[in-house]
T-cell receptor, first 118, second 111 residues
Framework: GAVVSQHPSRVICKSGTSVKIECRSL??????MFWYRQFPKQSLMLMAT?????????EQGVEKDKFLINHASLTLSTLTVTSAHPEDSSFYIC??????????????FGAGSRLTVL | SQQGEEDPQALSIQEGENATMNCSYK?????LQWYRQNSGRGLVHLIL?????REKHSGRLRVTLDTSKKSSSLLITASRAADTASYFC???????????FGRGTSLIVHP
């Protein structure tokens, strides 16, 4: 089945630094990837939709200059948290839409990245 | 923005019992999906039910959809300790195919 690899799984950084999270589709091409953020015991909040070869579409309230998304190839999307602050600490999860479900986005998720900003 | 709401927020049962989780949503949908998340991991897709379907089965899972009540239920029969996880419903509004998730139901199955 479709596999999405996400790394790093955990990262701890100092306030003010930037952190890059990678999301790769291993055995399929992902035209569209979705980046979510999840707080403890909370829902997944959609941050942005990443489309290969074009600019990401950000959800309302998500700072595009803060959370840089690049989808340069059909198998790789990256999320860079720039100038990270403690309030950016969270669990970030990427997902890719799997083909084979017409009229629906069935998502395959990465394992998530736990970001802790000190 | 959040579309679906799962109920209950937490469910604790014994192995062998059935577990029922509900999801309510607000606007018309194309599809409704159920996902499972083990603690600290990504989500795994369980089942998709389309707006013109009323019931679907997959192994020990049974999903129902009532579009008139804007609600869905996920039934796990003969639960096992390995079913312990959080379960989320995800809906996509008409005109958009982007799944939005509820807060989830945390299920604990005691051996």
């Amino acid at each position: 089945g479709a596999v999405v690899s996400q790394h790093p799984s955990r990262v701890i950084c100092k306030s003010g630094t930037s952190v890059k999270i990678e999301c790769r589709s291993l055995d399929f091409q992902a035209t569209t990837m979705f980046w979510y953020r999840q707080f403890p015991k909370q829902s997944l909040m959609l941050m942005a939709t990443s489309n290969e070869g074009s600019k990401a579409t950000y959800e309302q309230g998500v700072e595009k200059d803060k959370f840089l998304i690049n989808h340069a190839s059909l198998t790789l999307s990256t999320l860079t948290v720039t100038s990270a602050h403690p309030e950016d600490s969270s669990f970030y999860i990427c997902s890719a839409s799997v083909q084979g479900a017409p009229g629906a986005n069935v998502l395959t998720f990465g394992a998530g990245s736990r970001l802790t900003v000190l | 923005s959040q579309q679906g709401e799962e109920d209950p927020q937490a469910l604790s049962i014994q192995e062998g019992e059935n577990a029922t989780m509900n999801c309510s949503y607000k606007t018309s949908i194309n599809n409704l999906q159920w996902y499972r998340q083990n603690s600290g991991r990504g989500l795994v897709h369980l089942i998709l039910i389309r707006s013109n379907e009323r019931e679907k089965h997959s192994g020990r899972l049974r999903v129902t959809l009532d579009t008139s009540k804007k609600s869905s239920s996920l039934l796990i029969t003969a639960s096992r300790a390995a079913d312990t996880a959080s379960y989320f419903c995800a809906t996509d509004r008409e005109g958009s195919y982007i799944p939005t998730f509820g807060r989830g139901t945390s299920l604990i199955v005691h051996p």
